[in-house]
C-alpha cells in the first residue's frame, strides 16, 4: 500500500473500525502476488506482464473501499477474485447472490479505472472511477 494509505489504515485499524472479514480481503490481494513473476507473454499471446504499482493500486481499492464500506454502512463485501486483465491491467471479480461487478484496474496509473456490474434483474452499473477518490458506494451496489 501507498505510505499515505498505509498511515490511515494503521489509523483506523487502531480505531477498531474494521470489516470482519478484512483478513480475507489482504489474503486475497496477497494471493495475487504471483502474478507479478509471470512476466511478459504470460499467455503465450503477448501480453503485457503485471507491475507491482497496479497491483498495489487494486489492493488499496479493495482493502480501503472494504473498510469504507463498514464504516459508513456496516456492509460487509465478500473478497474479490483477482484476475489478469487486458495489457497489464488487473481485475477484481465479484459474483454475489444475483450480482457480478468486475472492476480493471488499469497499468497506467493516470488513467481511470472500468467498472462494468450487472444483475439477474437486468440492472446494469458501469463507468470510470478514479482510484484514490472513496468509491465505496460502488462496493454497496453489489451489496445490495
Known amino acids: 500500500m501507498s505510505t499515505s494509505t498505509t498511515s490511515a489504515h494503521i489509523a483506523t485499524e487502531q480505531s477498531g473500525e474494521v470489516p470482519p472479514n478484512v483478513d480475507q480481503i489482504r489474503q486475497a490481494a496477497r494471493d495475487a502476488q504471483p502474478m507479478l513473476e509471470w512476466g ?7 501480453s503485457q506482464g503485471f507491475t507491482q504499482s497496479t497491483l498495489a493500486r487494486a489492493q488499496d481499492f479493495l482493502v480501503a473501499n472494504s473498510i469504507r464500506l463498514w464504516q459508513a454502512c456496516r456492509a460487509v463485501v465478500e473478497a474479490p477474485r483477482i484476475l489478469p486483465g487486458p495489457e497489464g491491467s488487473i481485475d477484481l471479480h465479484w459474483q454475489v447472490g444475483d450480482r457480478e461487478l468486475l472492476p480493471n484496474v ?5 488513467a481511470p479505472a472500468s467498472y462494468f456490474g450487472d444483475s439477474s434483474t437486468g440492472e446494469v452499473v458501469k463507468g470510470s472511477l478514479y482510484m484514490s477518490k472513496s468509491n465505496e458506494w460502488l462496493l454497496l451496489w453489489l451489496t445490495a
Open 40 to 46: 511478459d507473454n504470460w499467455d503465450g499471446e503477448g
Open 106 to 110: 488499469p497499468a497506467d496509473q493516470a
